[in-house]
Every structure is written in structure tokens, then in C-alpha cells.
């Protein structure tokens, strides 16, 4: 049923049942933008109840640790075309491994006995909160195998989540 009418836009819910076991249960919320007295105009679904399940496999869940729900939601945004909070939450994560990062290094370093020097670097890397300039205090230490085409493969991928934040449309 319409909830209200103003200037042919019309606010709805639409509820769906499953034909074959008639008992799922589906209910759309979604926007009518009537254009013309013929009723032609869009539809745009505004959400779901209950929503689109997403879950990501256990093994990411161990590897990511507390960032796997802000994942799961960048996930969630990126399948719904909502790209900006899908970069967002993205950034946020790579963000945070870069503090997992750098104490496992910081744990390797200090089982090979690593110089004071570079073990200090690690922590004022740690301290840094701009994240290029940490990585950029650490860059000795990643292994050369792991560069892609000479660069750390964290400031690309930090890199191509900030433009998209700052850069880019909402529809790019």
C-alpha cells in the first residue's frame, strides 16, 4: 500500500513470498518516481528486510581478526553499488593490518636479533599515524619478492583506496 504521494514520487513497501514453500517471506522498501500520467518512471529499492546475508570464508575471519566485520560491511556496500562506503571500509581495514603488520615484523626482528636501529624504526612506524609515512619507515624491511614492480604493494593498494575515496564520483 502507498504510504504517502508527493510531486509522483511514492513511497512502498512490496512484500514477497516464495511460491513453492509459501512460507519465506521477503519485504522490499522501494521509491516510485512516476514521470507521466501513463504511470512510466523508475523504481528504485531503498532495502530489504531480512537483508542480504554476506559472509566471507572462516579463513579471512582468523586473518583479519576484529577488521572482518568493517570487511564484511565494505563487502556489503560494494554489492549494493554504495562504492564510496565500500572504500571506505576497505581503507579502514588496510589501515588497521598495518599495525599487525609491522608488530609481526617487529616479532620476526626480534627472534633474528635485528639492529636496534631498524627495530626502532619499527616503532615509531607504529607510532605514525599517517599511514604512508609508516609504511614509507619500514619500506627496508618488506622482502623484495613481495614488491610489485619495485613498489610496496601496501602503499599501491592504500593508494587506490584513497582516490577512490577522495577522487572519484559515488558512481565511479
Known sequence: T????NKG??????????????KFKKTYCI???????????????????PEVHTEGPKSLLIFLGDDYHSFMKG??????G???????????VVETQKHNLINEIERVALKLNASPEFLQSLIKAKKETRFTL???????????????DSHNPLKLLHKALSIGVHEETDET
Open 9 to 22: 514520487i511514492i513511497n512502498d513497501y512490496v512484500i514477497y513470498r516464495c511460491r513453492n514453500c509459501q
Open 134 to 148: 609508516a609504511i614509507d619507515q619500514i619500506k627496508g624491511a618488506i622482502p623484495e619478492s613481495l614488491l610489485v
Open 31 to 49: 521509491i516510485s518516481h512516476i514521470l507521466d500520467d501513463e504511470g512510466i518512471g523508475k523504481v528504485y529499492k531503498i532495502g530489504e528486510m
Open 2 to 5: 502507498n504510504q504517502f504521494t
Open 75 to 80: 563487502l556489503k556496500c560494494e554489492k549494493q
Open 82 to 92: 554504495l562504492g564510496i562506503g565500500a572504500f571506505t571500509y576497505y581503507r579502514r
